[in-house]
C-alpha cells in the first residue's frame, strides 16, 4: 500500500500527469442559416486563449466538406478558454467560444457553429415634390444590427429635398423593415422585404 502512495505521488509531481497532458478531440457542423442547409467550404479555425490574456494562439484549421462538418484533435494546454472562427467569402464571420471547463479528455466534444450569407438593403429615398420644411423620419424595425455595414439604430431624419441612397447590410434571406412617418402629413407606415442572399435588394421610399 505504501508503495502504491508513493508511485501516486510521484505521477501527481511528474511532467507526464501535470495538467495540461492529454488530447481533445473536437467535432461539430457549420450551418447556413439563410439557405438551411450544412455550409461547405468554410474556414474553421481553432484558437486558445491563455490565463489572464485575451490575445487568441492559432492551433489549428480545416476546411468543412459537403456535410458543413469539421474536427480537431489538439493537446491540452493551460488555457482557460478556445474559440471557433468560421470564416468564408461573402458570409458573415461567427466565433464560438468554450470554456476550457466543459472540454472533456476520453470522449468527443461537439460544438455546433452556424453563419448567414451577406446580403444588402438599398434604402432607395426620394421627396417628389420638396420644400424646406420637408421633415421625414424613420425607424430599423427588422434587420441585421450592431455590425460592420449595419445601418444606425434609432430614429433617422432627413430634411427638404432628398434624392438618397442608404445601403445596409443583412443576413440573406431574412427580412428588412423599416417605420417611417412624413411630419404635418398623413404619410407613414411600414415598408418590408426579404433581402436576397449575395445581392442588393431595394426598398423604396417615396413621398
Not at 479555425?45 to 458543413?68: C, H, I, P, W
Not at 423620419?137 to 450592431?146: A, D, E, F, P, W
Amino acid at each position: 500500500m505504501k508503495l502504491l502512495y508513493i508511485s501516486a505521488m510521484l505521477c501527481l509531481l511528474s511532467s507526464a500527469c501535470k495538467k495540461g497532458a492529454g488530447t481533445f478531440e473536437l467535432e461539430g457542423q457549420v450551418m447556413d442559416d439563410s439557405f438551411a442547409i450544412p455550409l461547405a467550404g468554410a474556414t474553421v479555425e481553432l484558437y486558445s486563449v491563455a490565463a489572464g490574456s485575451n490575445q487568441m494562439r492559432f492551433v489549428s484549421s480545416v476546411t468543412t466538406k459537403s456535410d458543413g462538418k469539421y474536427a480537431f484533435s489538439f493537446p491540452r494546454t493551460r488555457s482557460v478558454e478556445y474559440r471557433i472562427k468560421v470564416t468564408k467569402n461573402l458570409y458573415f464571420d461567427e466565433t464560438v467560444s468554450i470554456n476550457y471547463d466543459d472540454l472533456k479528455l476520453n470522449t468527443t466534444n461537439n460544438v455546433q457553429c452556424s453563419t448567414s450569407a451577406k446580403s444588402w438593403i438599398q434604402l432607395r429615398i426620394i421627396n417628389n415634390n420638396p420644400n424646406a420644411n420637408d421633415h421625414l423620419q424613420y425607424i430599423r424595425q427588422l434587420g441585421k444590427s450592431n455590425c460592420e455595414g449595419c445601418c444606425e439604430g434609432g430614429m433617422q431624419h432627413l430634411y427638404g429635398a432628398v434624392d438618397t441612397s442608404i445601403y445596409c447590410i443583412n443576413d440573406g434571406n431574412m427580412p428588412y423593415s423599416i417605420e417611417y412617418a412624413v411630419y404635418n402629413t398623413s404619410n407613414s407606415g411600414i415598408l418590408n422585404q426579404v433581402s436576397a442572399p449575395f445581392d442588393t435588394t431595394i426598398l423604396w421610399l417615396i413621398y
